[in-house]
């Protein structure tokens, strides 16, 4: 039996839900075993052909970004310890469990670059703020709007890249 397209996108918005928390309550080991088994389920049974790269650019993207900003003084992670000297584990893990989502349950939002961007630009940093008030990471007083910024001009390119991406056919 095939599963309804709504149900494979809630549990695709599920997964990355699940993967958050447990990558943000639990820490670097949780967040290196449960996100290593919620991509891998992502790659065995949901990927599209290729998908693999763009998740791959995403996390290294996201630990550049992520660690330019701990660089000059955007975050302080106290004593936990740094992936490349730059970002705790569970914080770079986000990066491609929040990359699973594009071509799937936010498929729909690529269509709106604007809202797309309004979107980034108000989730992206709450998800910051939450994050560390639960795991005690520090902020700079510049780094939400720095965030906002961010998440508003990786959402503008990313409806742009999948909007692009759409336009292929997917051979299966």
Request: charged fraction near 10%; charge should be positive; include cysteine.
């Amino acid at each position: 039996m095939v599963t309804p397209r709504w149900q494979r996108l809630l549990f695709n918005a599920l997964r990355f839900e699940a993967g958050w928390l447990l990558c943000v309550f639990g820490g670097s080991w949780v967040a290196a075993i449960a996100g290593s088994v919620l991509l891998s389920w992502h790659f065995w049974r949901c990927a599209r052909p290729g998908e693999w790269r763009f998740i791959g650019v995403f996390a290294l993207l996201g630990l550049a970004l992520d660690g330019g900003l701990y660089v000059v003084g955007g975050f302080d992670f106290g004593e936990q310890p740094l992936v490349a000297g730059l970002l705790p584990l569970w914080l770079w893990m986000l990066w491609p469990l929040f990359a699973t989502l594009v071509f799937h349950s936010l498929a729909w939002l690529w269509r709106y670059p604007i809202i797309a961007a309004i979107c980034g630009a108000i989730s992206g940093p709450l998800s910051y703020f939450s994050g560390a008030a639960i795991t005690g990471v520090s902020l700079a007083p510049w780094l939400l709007p720095t965030q906002a910024v961010i998440w508003a001009t990786l959402c503008f390119g990313i409806s742009r890249y999948a909007t692009h991406q759409a336009m292929k056919p997917i051979i299966r």
